[in-house]
């Protein structure tokens, strides 16, 4: 099994800035890509950043230019940089990991998602 463990988010003011983390832990061969999605309350899932293993990133235009995506391939960490928070960027932010591992004992394609973290923004 693959597991991500999330952590560094918290409360600021608007304006402020956070940078949560995700470590994916098992016998991972390859994680292809590592993203960062958010859900407010009563609002849908949504992506917010992602990272390829060959360093490819991508973001919505919501969060463009505020947030960056950066991953340790050693380390199997994701980072989510955010500057310039804003009241409408309070959510439960998860980490999610898809790749290959080893799996009781067979290489199997993988797709995880960690606990999530909450980011709080007061205006």
């Known amino acids: 099994q693959v597991q991500l463990v999330e952590s560094g988010g918290g409360l600021v003011q608007a304006g402020g800035s956070l940078r949560p983390s995700c470590a994916a832990s098992?016998?991972?061969?390859?994680?292809?890509?590592m993203r960062w999605y958010r859900q407010a309350p009563g609002k849908q899932r949504e992506l917010v950043a992602a990272v390829t293993s060959g360093g490819r990133t991508n973001y919505p235009d919501s969060v463009k230019g505020r947030f960056t995506i950066s991953s340790d391939n050693a380390k199997n960490t994701v980072y989510l940089q955010m500057i310039n928070l804003e009241p409408e960027d309070t959510a439960v932010y998860y980490c999610?990991?898809?790749?290959?591992?080893?799996?009781?004992?067979?290489?199997?394609?993988?797709?995880?998602w960690g606990q999530g973290t909450q980011v709080t923004v007061s205006s």
């Open positions: 999610y990991a898809g790749g290959e591992a080893w799996i009781t004992g067979t290489l199997r394609d993988f797709e995880s």
């Open positions: 098992g016998s991972i061969l390859r994680a292809n890509t």
